[in-house]
């Protein structure tokens, strides 16, 4: 393997992309995993450069001058549009691969266990992990399939920390203009998350969604609101049904924060019946770590299961 001594009985991975910020979490579960052992890490424009993780410090590596040879899995957080012939390469090496990137969320099987994908991603040699609003946009919606109004728009204005927009040097990222600001984007329901979002929800659905950029490090809350075809006596009873055992999904009655999840692998949702209105209609709240549930430990979940690994094994809940 390139450079690293990697610890007996410990399975060897890779990371493609990982000075980016998913990249960079991605390392540090790794490092800090019971079972799986950094194999390379590879940053192009970084290249030589140390990262710590933890207690580890991993050199990064070119991409051009890995070999995948040995590596059980891959991670690759590249970008959008580079990374599925990366992953084209893994797979002809024999390494299975988990990508962070929007390149095959509409063809190969999708990251996200909480919705009835489990088998298929045990069984996957490539897996696509799910974007990060579509996570949380996806785990608060599922429950309502099936009692939507049949001519309903289900509205969803969620926020996330800046972090998801990558660490691209950006004239609109700089601390000066994000601090003490508040502001929308892709606004006209254009936003990239759609068709995975759709893809999974099925059905004829209209849905519009604004996201907003928080100045704040790390996280999204999402809010969205639902008209229903019946009114629900107990709607959190719904939800809670629907993801009972679920390690990673907290069902609770008090509305989610941010402080509620980041630095934990967690989707935390709460939902609630409007008042004053002329037809059934509930107001879901969800919230997780863009980074985490949103990306890495997400992939980190997904991981586990092509692997054979317990599913909760080396994540923060």
């Known amino acids: 393997m390139q450079g690293y001594a990697l610890s007996m009985h410990k399975?060897?991975?890779g990371v493609l992309g990982a000075s980016g910020y998913a990249g960079r979490e991605l390392c540090a579960l790794i490092a800090g995993h019971p079972s799986l052992?950094?194999?390379?890490?590879?940053?192009?424009?970084?290249?030589?450069?140390?990262?710590?993780?933890?207690?580890?410090?991993?050199?990064?590596?070119?991409?051009?001058d890995v070999s995948f040879e040995g590596t059980a899995l891959v991670f690759s957080a590249l970008p959008h549009g580079t990374s599925a012939e990366w992953v084209g390469r893994a797979r002809a090496a024999g390494a299975k691969v988990?990508?962070?990137?929007?390149?095959?969320?509409?063809?190969?099987?999708?990251?996200?266990?909480?919705?009835?994908?489990?088998?298929a991603i045990r069984g996957a040699d490539v897996v696509a992990n799910p974007g990060c609003y579509a996570t949380a946009i996806l785990l608060a919606l599922a429950p309502a399939r099936g009692l939507i109004a049949p001519d309903a728009t289900v509205s969803v204005s969620a926020a996330s920390g800046v972090t998801g927009?990558?660490?691209?040097?950006?004239?609109?990222?700089l601390f000066g203009e994000v601090t003490e600001n508040y502001s929308a984007y892709a606004v006209g329901n254009t936003h990239r998350h759609l068709a995975e979002i759709h893809a999974n929800l099925g059905g004829d659905l209209d849905l519009v969604f604004t996201p907003h950029l928080l100045p704040v490090a790390?996280?999204?809350?999402?809010?969205?609101t639902i008209s229903l075809a019946e009114p629900i006596a107990d709607p959190l009873a719904v939800w809670a049904a629907q993801y009972a055992g679920e390690p990673f999904i907290e069902?609770?009655?008090?509305?989610?924060?941010?402080?509620?999840?980041?630095h934990r692998n967690v989707a935390r949702i709460s939902v609630h019946a409007a008042a004053g209105v002329r037809r059934p209609t509930v107001t879901v709240i969800a919230a997780i770590d863009n980074?985490?549930?949103g990306a890495a430990g997400q992939a980190v979940q997904n991981a586990n299961?092509?692997?054979?690994?317990?599913?909760t094994l080396g994540l923060p809940a």
């Open 11 to 13: 399975i060897p991975v």
């Open 37 to 64: 052992a950094i194999g390379f890490a590879t940053a192009n424009d970084r290249r030589g450069e140390c990262l710590r993780v933890g207690q580890q410090a991993v050199t990064l590596v070119a991409a051009e």
């Open 98 to 119: 988990v990508d962070l990137s929007a390149d095959l969320r509409l063809t190969a099987p999708y990251g996200l266990p909480e919705l009835g994908h489990r088998d």
């Open 165 to 173: 927009a990558g660490n691209g040097p950006r004239r609109d990222l």
């Open 218 to 224: 790390r996280g999204i809350l999402a809010t969205i």
């Open 251 to 262: 069902v609770t009655a008090d509305a989610p924060t941010l402080r509620d999840v980041v």
């Open 291 to 293: 980074l985490l549930k």
């Open 305 to 311: 299961l092509v692997l054979g690994l317990r599913e």
